[in-house]
């Protein structure tokens, strides 16, 4: 693509909001401006795996629409509710800096957009840029809710490396034949474990490994000896994935929409929730190279789709029917390879860390299996030794309101949360190796709608455990509101004592993997006032409790105080 042909591309994109997935520009937007985006939630009909389904989208566009935009620019979107299911959106990334009403967790910081309603999200992008994403946040709806947002640097600006010749945005996602919205009511009603996806997906895309797709393929077409730079998002509902393009190595050069120092490796693993920004040399004989897409399994006996999406990395000059050349993904339960890419990021310059903590917490989280009450056990305890499986922080499960806490918590409305969160677990014990996890021991977890309440300009140490009951697993934990410093992360019981961590370039993170039987820590300064979300980002985790809310109290003045709530907010 010329740059004449780019520059001619994306002033379209300005001028109609059509978007593409693929054309890209090459010089910024004009900055220090407002942008309007108009997305309407609709059903639409897809053709995918032999079967033709409906799904729910925004602007019958799957992925949704590109939201463009430049470092502090302000972002207005009207969302206007078409479907008969409850939407909400959230800006995932977006740190929403004194204007928490416009997060979007369902419950959390607003009651759901209900049929035929509306609201306007506003909200400013604060020295933030990056890749970022948007999607859903309520029910399952998100599996098909999606789409990208591109936050160039400043007006003359570069980045921080070599400027690539074209960028493209690359979407993991998962596919279900069931309607989503169904599938997580019966999921839940069982108290079993979720189905596996029927399909990974690269920007909607299934590719030729599975049925009725090997013309359904996403692919990107490449001048030889030109670098590439993809922002590669991972909107899936329950898998984290690892992505490779064969004979190609991806050197990431950002991480969560923050720069990094650049690290070059055969291949990439993302949890939900996760961005990731790479550049790719096409610097291998002409021809036709899978992207692969496959899964990264670390808990113990659960089933998964373990056929990989591909896509086509394509040389200008190969032939179009020539056999494309296969990716090397990692074995799923590799979790060495995910460390491997963990142990690479870095800050791409020193950052300043809290070094003087006021406030600690230590978190536990895991899986949990609670006594079945059904009167019809086949049906509703399918979890196991015939219970309910659940999901905790500190043991406890997170239950929604009937309000969103957000405006109890502003209007004074009780009854709706208890600020009662522990700053740790109950019970200390061998959270790895001598987790309950049999009968007759209690694998129980507490109900409850539980935050934790920090005072406004806390420096905040969290320390993420997970545990053993039913299994160990790598949990992608994200943080609402908030960017933190992952200053260290380890394997087996967190040990203050021997744990390393790094308080020169941590990586500056809204998502955070924590490693399966071990542990990650986090810092951050709790500056901004408002109800903030977190939780796993597997979606049947927080269905199933694994999340909790944090309340940051307002400061001083203005500028650090939640403003008012907005005229057209949503109501339950």
């Given amino acids: 693509m010329s740059l004449m042909a780019n520059l001619l591309c994306f002033s379209v994109l300005f001028l109609t909001m059509s978007f593409s997935y693929c054309c890209m520009a090459h010089k910024w937007p004009a900055g220090g401006s407002t942008r309007f985006y108009d997305f309407k939630v609709q059903t639409m009909k897809v053709n995918k795996l032999c079967n033709t389904k409906e799904i729910v989208t925004i602007n019958k566009m799957f992925p949704g629409p590109i939201?463009?935009?430049?470092?502090?620019?302000?972002?207005?979107?009207?969302?206007?509710?078409?479907?008969?299911?409850?939407?909400?959106?959230?800006?995932?990334?977006?740190?929403?800096?004194?204007?928490?009403?416009?997060?979007?967790?369902?419950?959390?910081?607003?009651?759901?957009?209900?049929?035929?309603?509306?609201?306007?999200?506003?909200?400013?992008?604060?020295?933030?840029?990056?890749?970022?994403?948007?999607?859903?946040?309520?029910?399952?709806?998100?599996?098909?809710?999606?789409?990208?947002?591109?936050?160039?640097?400043?007006t003359e600006v570069p980045y921080p490396f070599e400027h690539p010749y074209e960028e493209h945005i690359v979407i993991l996602g998962e596919y279900w034949l069931r309607d989503v919205v169904q599938l997580e009511r019966e999921v839940l009603g069982s108290g079993g474990a979720a189905p596996p996806a029927d399909a990974f997906t690269i920007n909607s895309h299934p590719g030729p490994n599975y049925n009725c797709s090997r013309n359904d393929v996403y692919k990107i077409d490449v001048v030889p000896g030109k670098t590439y730079l993809l922002r590669l998002i991972n909107a899936g509902l329950n898998m984290e994935n690892f992505f490779a393009i064969a004979y190609h190595k991806l050197t990431i050069v950002e991480a969560d929409a923050e720069y990094t120092k650049p690290f070059t490796t055969d291949r990439v693993m993302?949890?939900?929730?996760?961005?990731?920004?790479?550049?790719?040399?096409?610097?291998?004989?002409?021809?036709?190279?899978?992207?692969?897409?496959?899964?990264?399994?670390?808990?113990?006996?659960?089933?998964?789709?373990?056929?990989?999406?591909?896509?086509?990395?394509?040389?200008?000059?190969?032939?179009?029917?020539?056999?494309?050349?296969?990716?090397?993904?990692?074995?799923?339960?590799?979790?060495?390879?995910?460390?491997?890419?963990?142990?690479?990021?870095?800050?791409?310059?020193?950052?300043?860390?809290?070094?003087?903590?006021?406030?600690?917490?230590?978190?536990?989280?895991?899986?949990?299996?609670?006594?079945c009450r059904s009167k019809t056990p086949r049906n509703n305890c399918r979890g196991m030794n015939n219970g309910t499986f659940a999901a905790s922080m500190n043991n406890i499960s997170f239950v929604m309101p009937t309000v969103s806490i957000l405006e109890a918590y502003y209007k004074k409305i009780g009854g709706q949360f208890t600020v009662d969160f522990p700053g740790a677990p109950l019970r200390f014990y061998d959270f790895v190796n001598g987790a309950p996890n049999n009968a007759p021991n209690n694998t129980q977890a507490i109900n409850g709608t539980r935050t934790k309440v920090l005072k406004f300009g806390s420096k905040v140490q969290l320390i993420f455990q997970d545990t053993s009951t039913v299994t160990t697993e790598n949990h992608p934990i994200h943080l609402h509101g908030y960017s933190f410093y992952v200053v260290g992360y380890g394997t087996g019981n967190y040990n203050p004592q021997t744990a390393n961590f790094n308080l020169i370039d941590p990586p500056y993170m809204n998502t955070i993997g924590v490693p399966v039987g071990g542990w990650a820590a986090i810092r951050f300064v709790a500056d901004n006032p408002g109800v903030w979300f977190m939780h796993c980002h597997l979606e049947i985790h927080q269905s199933w409790g694994l999340g909790a809310v944090l309340i940051v109290e307002n400061g001083e003045g203005e500028l650090e105080t939640l403003p008012h709530p907005p005229a057209d907010l949503p109501r339950c």
């Fill in 67 to 154: 939201v463009y935009a430049q470092e502090d620019d302000r972002i207005i979107v009207k969302v206007t509710n078409e479907t008969p299911y409850n939407a909400t959106i959230h800006w995932h990334g977006v740190r929403q800096k004194l204007s928490c009403w416009f997060d979007g967790p369902s419950y959390i910081t607003q009651c759901p957009i209900q049929a035929g309603a509306s609201f306007t999200y506003e909200f400013t992008l604060v020295q933030q840029k990056g890749t970022f994403f948007w999607h859903a946040h309520v029910s399952w709806l998100r599996a098909t809710v999606y789409g990208a947002i591109v936050v160039y640097p400043k």
């Fill in 270 to 371: 993302l949890g939900p929730g996760q961005t990731m920004n790479v550049l790719v040399t096409a610097n291998q004989p002409i021809g036709k190279y899978s992207m692969a897409m496959g899964p990264y399994m670390s808990a113990q006996n659960i089933s998964f789709q373990n056929i990989s999406a591909i896509a086509y990395f394509q040389y200008s000059g190969a032939f179009p029917n020539s056999i494309s050349l296969p990716a090397k993904l990692p074995s799923f339960n590799d979790n060495l390879a995910a460390k491997t890419v963990m142990d690479g990021l870095r800050s791409l310059n020193p950052v300043n860390v809290p070094k003087e903590i006021d406030t600690e917490l230590f978190v536990t989280v895991g899986l949990n299996v609670n006594k």
